[in-house]
């Protein structure tokens, strides 16, 4: 029977003052004993710890932080440790909560094989009287009266990466491996079935590292343990506890590797095929470690408060659209200013001068590597990225002396050139550049051209993206940049080299020929970042009270969808639901229960694509509450659809209301939702015409209010 390992009410008495959050933080880099290889983050990872911790616990009047590392007044040796740690336990109490966190080498004393923590003056001859056995640090917090008990620990760390050489030798296979994390789980095992309040998180699983990157900053996981401290990892009320903060840690952790070998694949594919075989190495997987035995909560944080992030400024695009019909042009633009968290700057719509294209596209790019110079935080290197994003669709011309151009509006053309010499001024940039090249006539195709011209060595990563197609092609090109971003998940957003095999996939079969380059095995480019239900949710909250509308629930007595066997939902199940999944995706909900029901034939079904929206700490209890709310109402296959004459049938086609919820989204935001419900309910026999007018109304601008019209009654 599992011990409990928290009182429900550890949140109150941490805020009010009652009880005492103690922090001690050790971090070291380099040994005395030269046997000891240095480290180069764990000291930065104290750094960044206790800047995120002291946001995190703003709220709690009653805490005291211990940091011990390299650059600290207090030194990561041995007796000062001790010293700390017996303050600690002398003073703590009952009501009080512990949290320890080390990064650095653990090692296996070869005799006893024990296992030990190194500090900077450890010998390892003679490790068990110069190191921290594991199992006289769980005696020693076995005698706080502290009952609640938090052990981080980022150990069996490793680092670069690696080449795949002729003998295919495994990364780091010449390097002794300091691999203790069998030994530290059997003691914390023992530790957690014994002590009611005690949990401890390991960076890594028995026979894996823990990874270390530069564009972090830090090793992965303490990387993933600050942004969740930093209010990632909160729940519902802002508290941050430990359960929540390990399902965090270890999902990012695990996504960050999956997505860095996307990359790496990609980056080998362009390796084979130009017949270089000196190819990366994929990254083993790191999946962190959670003990405990107990239930409850133990609580670490709260969210603190946070305005504008600094990663929105960083994310700037700026799109051109040489041509007339340029709707896939726009939409593209309002996807990425909403999921992809961009600054769009688009050119077209801005009724300037095509002669002033050039002087443009220089300000953006120098505006986008000053923001390069905002400076970085102790959280990591990578956050402070520009990202650099540049779409623009033309007719291409290639001259007789072997030169590209572009050609736009008013005949203005850019050269290849002049391409490649902006490009490359902009070194300090991740960058994503998309080119829609436009082809009169059924000619040679230059793109490959282009492509190799426009390659040069940013220190961040490029990705470009190039066909040259029709004009008809071209909208389905652009028309497919947009439909594989809309359906990403929410969740776990989308790196561009997934999102490159994804465009590449889908145009196959539309005839349409991609060329690509990317370069940069270190820091991830993602075209969409992830966590977009909470860029969602933040939109919702900011709302003005005067422009806020309720969110009721659309006169939907019965859904009926065009699938073989589909479900049959009535009014008040709907509802329901959507009321459940607001409360973990904010106002995008109605558009995911909508789009869920469309591919499910079943209640299971159904909880499963829901589920796929929720974050992992909230599944279990989402799961559970959508199946009994499924349970307890009428779903029936839609062939019994004839045995209820009662069921209403909407005045407006369902698709159509998807498309003007759609359309009306990338104008004015997600409160499009709300507006159209709204609407709806409160004119159920309302005529097409009249809805569309009274939607355009919502709209700010004439011009795209004329554009939305258009668009959903042609």
């Known amino acids: 029977m599992p011990l409990g390992i928290g009182s429900s009410d550890s949140s109150y008495t941490l805020k009010s003052g009652e009880a005492k959050l103690w922090l001690l933080l050790v971090g070291v880099n380099d040994y005395q004993d030269s046997g000891l290889p240095s480290l180069r983050y764990p000291a930065l990872d104290c750094q960044g710890l206790e800047e995120s911790l002291v946001k995190a616990t703003e709220g709690f009047p009653n805490k005291e932080i211990v940091v011990h590392h390299d650059f600290a007044s207090k030194t990561p040796e041995l007796n000062n440790i001790r010293e700390s740690l017996k303050r600690i336990v002398l003073q703590s109490q009952p009501n009080d909560s512990i949290m320890l966190y080390f990064s650095g080498h653990g090692m296996v004393d070869q005799k006893t094989q024990a296992a030990v923590l190194c500090f900077s003056d450890t010998n390892q001859n003679n490790l068990l009287n110069t190191g921290l056995p594991m199992q006289e640090l769980v005696e020693i917090l076995s005698k706080s009266p502290a009952k609640q008990q938090l052990l981080c620990l980022d150990t069996c760390h490793s680092g670069d990466m690696g080449f795949l050489g002729s003998n295919g030798i495994s990364r780091d296979a010449e390097t002794p491996a300091y691999n203790s994390t069998p030994q530290l789980m059997s003691v914390l095992r ?403 229960l909508q789009q869920c029901i469309e591919k499910s034939a079943n209640n299971e079904e159904l909880i499963g694509y829901l589920t796929e929206y929720i974050s992992l700490q909230q599944k279990t209890q989402f799961q559970n509450q959508a199946k009994s709310i499924l349970e307890t109402s009428e779903i029936e296959p839609q062939i019994q659809q004839a045995k209820s004459p009662v069921a209403l049938e909407p005045s407006i086609d369902s698709n159509f209301i998807k498309k003007c919820e759609r359309d009306l989204t990338y104008l004015i935001g997600p409160i499009a939702n709300f507006i159209i419900e709204e609407i709806l309910e409160s004119n159920p026999q309302i005529s097409t015409t009249e809805l569309i007018n009274r939607l355009a109304n919502k709209v700010p601008d004439p011009g795209m209010a004329e554009e939305f019209k258009k668009r959903v009654l042609g």
């Open 190 to 592: 023992q530790k957690a079935s014994q002590s009611k309040g005690f949990c401890a998180l390991l960076s890594c699983d028995r026979g894996q590292k823990s990874w270390e990157f530069p564009e972090l900053g830090h090793g992965v996981f303490t990387y993933y343990l600050m942004k969740g401290l930093s209010g990632e990892a909160a729940d519902n009320t802002g508290f941050i506890d430990a359960d929540g903060l390990y399902k965090y840690v270890y999902r990012q952790t695990v996504q960050y590797i999956d997505k860095l070998n996307h990359q790496v694949r990609l980056i080998n594919e362009q390796k084979l095929a130009r017949g270089d075989s000196r190819l990366y190495l994929e990254y083993p997987k790191q999946t962190p470690k959670r003990i405990v035995e107990g239930v409850g909560e133990l609580i670490v944080g709260y969210k603190p408060s946070s305005g504008e992030t600094q990663n929105q400024k960083l994310r700037r695009a700026f799109v051109v659209d040489g041509l007339i019909n340029r709707d896939s042009s726009n939409n593209l633009s309002r996807v990425l200013a909403g999921a992809g968290g961009f600054e769009v700057e688009c050119f077209h719509q801005q009724n300037k001068n095509w002669l002033d294209i050039r002087g443009e596209i220089q300000k953006f790019i120098q505006t986008t590597e000053e923001l390069n110079k905002l400076g970085t935080t102790k959280i990591g290197r990578v956050d402070s990225i520009p990202t650099c994003f540049l779409y623009l669709r033309g007719c291409v011309k290639e001259t007789e002396d072997g030169e590209g151009r572009l050609i736009l509006g008013s005949g203005v053309y850019l050269s290849r050139s002049y391409f490649r010499k902006i490009l490359r001024q902009a070194r300090k940039t991740q960058q994503i550049v998309i080119l829609n090249l436009v082809s009169p006539d059924s000619g040679a195709s230059s793109a490959q051209n282009w492509i190799e011209d426009l390659q040069s060595s940013t220190e961040y990563g490029q990705c470009l993206i190039i066909t040259q197609t029709s004009i008809h092609k071209s909208e389905d090109f652009c028309q497919t940049l947009v439909q594989t971003l809309a359906s990403a998940n929410p969740q776990l957003g989308l790196p561009v080299a997934k999102w490159i095999t994804q465009l590449n996939k889908q145009l196959q079969s539309k005839d349409i020929n991609l060329k690509t380059w990317f370069s940069g095995t270190q820091a991830i480019i993602d075209i969409l970042p992830g966590g977009i239900d909470r860029v969602f949710q933040e939109i919702a909250g900011n709302i003005p009270e005067k422009a806020a509308i309720p969110p009721k629930a659309v006169t939907k007595l019965k859904i009926s969808l065009p699938t073989p066997q589909n479900l049959i939902i009535n009014h008040a199940t709907y509802s329901k639901l959507e009321t459940l999944l607001k409360h973990s995706v904010g106002i995008i909900a109605s558009a995911i």
